[in-house]
């Protein structure tokens, strides 16, 4: 019995570190983590063991790590992408090229808008 109860809870606390992801709120800057609230959240609702809390604390934390590192190299790949392109633009390109990595910059992406007609 305790080999079936201890798998329901690595299922349980695994189900778990899936759930916090997938009702990750964005956050401003400066704010409380998004670990530290998730698990604040989790704890609320299922009544962790200080145990389970641990485990989930670590979960959240390691995916937090995680994604920061992710979050860092898709910026350097972006950075790293936007001078090669411009790289190949004459200068007029290039002025038109830096309004538009202005104008898009927090608006969720270039691919997100429909094209118009003079774009």
Not at 13 to 23: E, F, R, S, T
Not at 25 to 34: I, L, N
Not at 43 to 54: A, C, T, W
Not at 73 to 82: A, D, I, T
Request: hydrophobic share 30%; glycine share 6%.
């Amino acid at each position: 019995m305790w080999h079936t109860h201890s798998k329901a809870i690595r299922w349980m606390v695994a189900g778990l570190g899936i759930m916090a992801l997938a009702a990750s709120p964005v956050m401003a800057k400066g704010q409380r983590s998004d670990a530290g609230k998730h698990l604040d959240f989790l704890d609320r609702k299922l009544k962790l063991s200080d145990e389970q809390r641990g485990q989930v604390e670590r979960i959240l934390n390691d995916y937090h790590n995680r994604t920061q590192s992710l979050k860092e190299q898709f910026e350097s790949l972006r950075s790293e992408k936007q001078k090669r392109i411009q790289a190949v633009l004459t200068p007029e390109q290039q002025a038109k090229f830096e309004k538009m990595k202005q104008k898009q910059h927090g608006k969720g992406g270039w691919h997100r808008r429909k094209r118009s007609t003079d774009d």
